[in-house]
């Protein structure tokens, strides 16, 4: 895959964006800054890859916003080797950041196409997550507890089976909110029945839906 001179150019104007936007990870910027966004656009809108917008991609849903990416990851305060459950694996390009800060990735996605599209594409480049395609409503529990939980789509609720695979101390950010805004969430489980949660401004993101889509 091409990630030419203009391309990094353009990913670094991007990075200034994102620091003038209150994103201070050094960890997630760098990693920002290594990720070709561009690699997870459609050919049509490939001029547009750092834009800090939301954009769509296959199945009706978008690869999110720069500014969302970074603002999520950091929200996250990933350690490497942490083990992450992501709900809606989308394009990949979430995924591929999570992994290149070191996590251990567990992703799972509802539409066949997308998550036909990205294993073949994450596989082919090296960004060594597990993908499933499956129900993000219920997680995957076989590989549960996670010291991370990131959902990247619209939840009208916390799930509970979300909140009871994550690790004690573990962090979910998750975006609730059943109209074009939700509220990014913070949930830290602080024991084995109590959680603590915190919002973080309004957000727009497709909604998170039951069950699949073949």
């Known amino acids: 895959m091409e990630d030419s001179k203009k391309h990094q150019g353009l990913r670094r104007q991007l990075i200034n964006t994102l620091r003038e936007k209150g994103i201070t990870s050094e960890p997630v910027l760098m990693t920002m800054l290594n990720t070709p966004r561009h690699w997870f656009m459609d050919q049509g809108l490939i001029n547009f890859s750092y834009e800090d917008q939301a954009y769509p991609i296959a199945a009706n849903q978008t690869i999110s ?77 076989v590989f549960a507890p996670y010291d991370r939980i990131i959902v990247t789509c619209g939840a009208p609720f916390v799930p509970n089976d979300l909140k009871s695979q994550l690790k004690v101390g573990g962090r979910m950010v998750i975006p609730v909110g059943e109209g074009e805004v939700q509220q990014m969430k913070l949930i830290q489980r602080l024991n084995e029945d109590d959680f603590k949660e915190t919002n973080f401004g309004d957000f727009r993101f497709v909604p998170m839906l039951k069950n699949i889509n073949n």
């Open 65 to 141: 916003q720069p500014y969302t990416v970074a603002f999520q990851s950091q929200l996250l305060e990933l350690i490497a080797g942490h083990k992450v459950l992501e709900i809606g694996t989308g394009s990949g390009y979430q995924t591929a950041v999570l992994c290149q800060l070191g996590a251990k990735v567990f992703s799972i996605e509802r539409h066949k196409s997308l998550f036909k599209n990205a294993k073949l594409f994450l596989n082919q480049n090296n960004y060594r997550a597990q993908l499933f395609f499956g129900d993000g409503f219920i997680g995957k529990k």
